[in-house]
């Protein structure tokens, strides 16, 4: 059972909350249209312009997903939604579905990736055959998906080769387009593997910047069945950690000691890849604002604190 395989904890340093302030200024968070319609207004718990992804749930109504955009910008916020490939019947819905994001909710940013379907709907398998569409083309900023701990649907046998080739793919086609890009990962719990991946980046040529992956507060249960289902693997060894004390079980994971972590390797190297943190709330909006209102500060602060 590799789940019961307990290490002895790594301490970290201490680090003054000023760096932590710095690395969650400008962060981005994920909802889901069902969840976000659970928030009277965003504006109680995010800062002016917070980039908001919407997450493109499988059999969730394109209506719906349009209409989450509308009202988030609205409501001050920045809304990028997913595009991914696998859940796209064809360029026909994907025009129609660019041209309702952009006329309904001035939707001018969005995150491409292949997406988690099996089987694609239509003939779009991968996020590189969106972008050849040439339908981005009023988009100022198209982010793409970055994996730390892998992608076996990418790189079946393992390694990352695919990865670092579609990566850099995808960097060449920002230069050439002139577009903003940044890769936004999947969630992770320890910052080693992180820290090797980005070092691994720029040892394949890729500069692209990383909004690094987090998962807000959560039961350690329900992170533990998010990081399997997701494929996130060396990380899985920071929960493990927190499995061995029984008087934790039942308080929720915060995601401080990664953060602070990253923050200590970003001040004592500039240049570290990861720029800004995008949560993922998997306990709860209210629970994952909380958290950075508690760590951010000033950078945090609400567009209309209560």
């Given at each position: 059972m590799a789940l019961l395989n307990f290490r002895r904890p790594i301490e970290q340093?201490?680090?003054?909350?000023?760096?932590?302030s710095a690395l969650l200024e400008g962060f981005s968070i994920e909802v889901m249209p069902r969840t976000a319609q659970k928030i009277p207004d965003f504006r109680a718990l995010l800062p002016a312009r917070t980039r908001v992804y919407i997450a493109h749930i499988d059999g969730t109504p394109n209506a719906d997903m349009v209409a989450t955009a509308r009202r988030l910008r609205a409501e001050g916020m920045e809304p990028?939604?997913?595009?991914?490939?696998?859940?796209?019947?064809?360029?026909?819905?994907?025009?129609?579905?660019v041209a309702r994001y952009e006329g309904d909710a001035d939707v001018r940013a969005g995150l491409i990736l292949?997406?988690?379907?099996?089987?694609?709907?239509?003939?779009f398998d991968a996020s590189r055959q969106l972008l050849e569409t040439g339908?981005?083309?009023?988009?100022t900023t198209l982010n793409v998906a970055g994996h730390p701990e892998g992608?076996?649907?990418?790189?079946?046998?393992?390694?990352?080769?695919?990865v670092m080739d579609a990566l850099r793919w995808k960097q060449d086609f920002a230069r050439e387009t002139g577009v903003d890009m940044a890769i936004v990962t999947q969630f992770a719990f320890d910052a080693a593997p992180v820290i090797d991946w980005t070092a691994r980046l720029q040892d394949a040529g890729i500069t692209l910047p990383v909004h690094l992956g987090i998962a807000g507060p959560a039961k350690l249960q329900t992170l533990i069945r998010f990081?399997?289902?997701?494929?996130v693997g060396p990380s899985l060894s920071v929960l493990q950690k927190r499995a061995r004390d029984v008087t934790k079980l039942l308080l929720p994971f915060e995601p401080t000691e990664l953060a602070t972590a990253l923050a200590a390797h970003k001040a004592a190297h500039p240049d570290f890849a990861v720029?800004?943190?995008?949560?993922?709330p998997l306990g709860g909006i209210e629970a994952a604002c909380a958290w950075t209102h508690a760590q951010g500060g000033a950078v945090a602060r609400p567009a209309t604190p209560s």
């Open positions: 340093p201490a680090l003054p909350p000023a760096h932590l990028v939604p997913h595009f991914p490939a696998r859940s796209i019947a064809g360029r026909t819905e994907l025009a129609d579905l292949g997406g988690g379907v099996a089987t694609p709907r239509g003939g339908l981005f083309a009023r988009f992608n076996r649907d990418i790189d079946p046998e393992g390694g990352e080769a695919r990081a399997i289902a997701c494929g720029t800004q943190l995008h949560l993922f």
